[in-house]
């Protein structure tokens, strides 16, 4: 799978580490920042990595900041992405299994690199299949075009 991958700065290191490791695994990472430990601001990054999900240039993306949370916020924003913050096993196959999220968040200051190894790997080895998991997914597509439809009708 092609994997993209982005970090603020407090997880720059981190997401280094992760990088090497995501390639070890037998993906290609495309690298969406930060590039440097210099401060970067998060929702940047999140937003052009949910781009590129939604454009079909890569099929999965592990995105890190200090908690995970601002990360998993902003992707969303873009329509059509679902995120997950995960910080265990459980979390992190159940991303994948039952909500089809394309993208998983970490928190650099909550789990060492070593974990999210871990937990990156469970990610990448599920594959949604659907059933009664892709009945809810489709309710939360539908509910997100609902709120495009009003926004455009209900604009200033």
């Known amino acids: 799978m092609k994997i993209g991958i982005g970090a603020d700065h407090n997880a ?3 997401k280094e580490e992760l990088k090497k490791y995501i ?3 037998g993906h290609e990472v495309e690298d969406y ?8 601001d998060y929702p940047g990054i999140a937003f052009k990595t949910g781009e590129a999900i939604k454009n ?4 999965r993306a592990i995105l890190i900041c200090g908690t ?4 998993a916020i902003s992707a969303n924003k873009i329509k059509g992405i679902r995120a997950a913050q995960v910080h265990d096993p459980y979390s992190a196959e159940r991303a994948q299994l039952s909500n089809n999220a394309q ?5 650099a200051k909550i789990i060492g690199v070593d974990v999210m190894k871990f937990l990156a790997k469970e990610y990448l080895s599920n594959t949604f299949s659907g059933g009664n998991s ?13 709120e495009i439809e009003y926004a455009k009708n209900h604009s200033c």
Do not use: N, W
């Open 103 to 107: 993208i998983i968040t970490f928190g």
């Open 68 to 71: 995970g949370i601002g990360m």
């Open 134 to 146: 892709g009945r809810k997914i489709e309710q939360i597509s539908e509910r997100e075009e609902e």
């Open 23 to 25: 390639e070890q695994l």
């Open 33 to 40: 920042g930060a590039y440097s430990p210099d401060a970067v």
């Open 56 to 59: 079909g240039e890569i099929e």
């Open 12 to 14: 720059y290191k981190a």
